[in-house]
């Protein structure tokens, strides 16, 4: 991909890009922000600053690391807008009526739409930034080094976060009837 940049072919350089990352870009946002269509502008948001970054990679960390930390702000800016245009339509209405979470894939069986569900539920009662965490760990497969470097917190201290959520967790799925996969 990079190497596509460098000589020029920035437009094959950029679908190899989408074609390798864009799925888990478009899962992570998924999770954060909790609309398809928020998720969906949070990929395209992450692919446009990318494109118009990559001149300036300077490859101090991996190139999925720096895309993770991409969408994980635009994502953080896309939940921050939506708060404020609820506020606005509460004082406005009175009233806001809940977004659906995200269009399931129609490939889906019952039982993972289910574990889906359950997940969804139990990473919603983690607070934004212990989920935010998770989801860079488990969901996107950072090192706690690299998160650390995202978040500006110590990898120890999220190591232990953590440490202590993922008990919670699954605690919490057990509760809801979901069966671990695994």
Known sequence: MLRCWRQGDKDRALRLLMDTYGHGVLAYARR???EEDAAKDVRQQTFLEVWRGLDQYEARSSLWTWLCAIV????????????????????????????????PDPSMTANSLSQRDALSHCLDKL????????????????????????????????QVRIARALPKLRRCLEDQGANDPS
Do not use: W
């Not at 470097?149 to 999220?158: D, M, Q, R, S």
């Open 32 to 34: 954060m922000v909790r």
């Open 72 to 103: 994980r702000n635009r994502s953080v800016d896309q939940v921050k807008r939506r708060a404020r245009i609820s506020a606005r339509e509460i004082s406005a209405e009175g009233d806001v009526s809940n977004a659906a979470l995200e269009t």
């Open 127 to 158: 607070p934004g930034a212990l989920r935010e965490q998770v989801l860079l760990r488990c969901h996107l497969g950072l090192s706690y080094d690299e998160i650390g470097a995202i978040v500006g917190e110590p990898a120890g201290t999220i």
